[in-house]
Structures are given as structure tokens and as C-alpha cells.
């Protein structure tokens, strides 16, 4: 039962243009999403979240919107550069009491191009 | 150190070893996860760490898989009788918040754990 869902294992876009990742989930009790980037053989870094009581988060090129009757979320990079290419994981948080933890999707390996 | 140290980096074994793989937090954390990262896949939680206590180990696939944090920092993962299909990296993270924050976590570099 997968509760996070990144659909497209893969994509390229031309260095300047606008990337744009997108990600499903099941479980409404989520309560913040976050998008973690990864290089190879490195751990994931944290990119960007936003609360499930927000539409949009903005930091500088990157922009997360959320679209909660939808369960859908998506994060844009404006402009995509070469440095951006890498997978990157779409996250969600539930909690349990004091616990919570990250659920992840599959990822989507991202390859900007010149 | 500045992030989160995990040691071994690489680990080879054979079926049926015992393996311990070893976690250290960002200094201050209070919460600590334990994941694990098989090819192609995200991240998948195994257990968490809140203090000295585990908080929710829902996600250990077994006995075979124990993890320990002593002292509320350094965590250990436990690996008995390992199998090939606990090949797979081990990522571990840490934060400063139990359930307040945005749940962002830290992750180390993970020890890549292949069984043959």
C-alpha cells in the first residue's frame, strides 16, 4: 500500500526552462509535505515543505503547491539549471502522538540539460 | 561533527552474518530514524528514536533487525542472520523535533549493506 506516489520515475527538461515534479498521496492525516533532493552516493537533502493548511510555498527557484482535494502536490524549478539534476523524493509527515515519521514516494531522477 | 555520521560506509557480508551498523546524530537531536533504501525505491522508515526509547519501530521488516540508542545518541542497527535480500542502503537521520516542526529530517551519507 503505497500512500506516496511519484509517477514519473524520470524527466528532462533544457537548462533555463521550468521543471516540474509531481506527486499523489492517499492518507489525508498528512500533515506537512516536504521535497528531498539526492545526489549519488550522498544522503538525501532537504529542499522545500509546506504545511497541509497552505496551497503554495515559495523559495527562491522553487515552488511547492499543494492541492488537497486532489491529494496532489507538485514542486516547479524556475529556471532549471545543470546543478539541479539529481532524484528527488516527494515526502509526507503523519503523526502519532509524540512519534511522526516521513513517508516516501519512488522518486523522480531529474536530468537538466544544456 | 557539523551532520549526521554513519559508519560503515560500505559493508560486504555473507548470508547468515551478523552486521551492526552504527549512527551518529547532529549533536543536540533528540529524534532519530533509522530508513532504508533498496535500489529504485525511496526511502522506507524502519524505527524512531525519540531519546533513549524507541517510539515506533512499525517498520522493522523482522526479528532479525534491532536497533539500540543507549544513551539518546549514537544508535546502533542490528542485523542478525543477514539474507540478500537485506541488501540495501541504510540511511539514518536525525532532527530537533519530536512531532513539532515540519518534520524535516537530516540525513547522513547511509552505509551501503551488501549481503552475498
Known amino acids: 500500500d503505497q500512500q506516496v506516489k511519484q509517477n514519473s520515475p524520470s524527466l528532462s527538461v533544457q537548462e533555463g526552462r521550468i521543471s516540474i515534479l509531481n506527486c499523489d498521496y492517499t492518507?489525508?492525516?498528512?500533515?506537512?509535505f516536504l521535497w528531498y533532493k539526492k545526489y549519488p552516493a550522498e544522503g538525501p537533502t532537504f529542499l522545500i515543505s509546506i504545511s497541509s493548511i497552505k496551497d503554495k510555498n515559495e523559495d527562491g527557484r522553487f515552488t511547492v503547491f499543494l492541492n488537497k482535494s486532489a491529494k496532489h502536490l507538485s514542486l516547479h524549478i524556475v529556471p532549471s539549471q545543470p546543478g539541479d539534476s539529481a532524484v528527488y523524493f516527494c515526502?509526507?509527515?503523519?503523526?502519532?502522538?509524540?512519534?511522526?515519521?516521513?513517508?516516501f514516494g519512488t522518486g523522480t531522477r531529474l536530468q537538466v540539460t544544456l | 561533527g557539523a551532520g549526521v555520521s554513519q559508519t560503515p560506509s560500505n559493508k560486504v557480508t555473507e548470508k547468515g552474518k551478523y552486521v551492526e551498523l552504527r549512527c551518529d546524530p547532529i549533536?543536540?537531536?533528540?529524534?532519530l530514524y533509522w530508513y532504508r533504501q533498496s535500489l529504485g525505491q525511496g526511502p522506507e522508515f524502519l524505527i524512531y528514536f525519540q531519546g533513549t526509547g524507541a517510539a515506533d519501530d512499525s517498520g522493522l521488516p523482522n526479528d532479525r533487525f534491532f536497533a539500540v540508542r543507549p544513551e539518546g545518541s549514537v544508535s546502533t542497527l542490528k542485523i542478525q542472520r543477514t539474507e540478500r535480500g537485506d541488501s540495501a542502503v541504510y540511511l539514518c537521520?536525525?532532527?530537533?523535533?519530536?512531532?513539532?516542526?515540519?518534520?524535516?529530517?537530516?540525513f547522513g551519507e547511509g552505509s551501503r549493506l551488501t549481503v552475498l
Open positions: 537521520a536525525s532532527s530537533p523535533f519530536s512531532a513539532g516542526g515540519t518534520g524535516e529530517l537530516f
Open positions: 549533536s543536540g537531536h533528540t529524534a
Open positions: 515526502a509526507a509527515r503523519s503523526k502519532t502522538g509524540t512519534a511522526s515519521k516521513l513517508t
Open positions: 492518507n489525508s492525516m498528512f500533515d506537512y
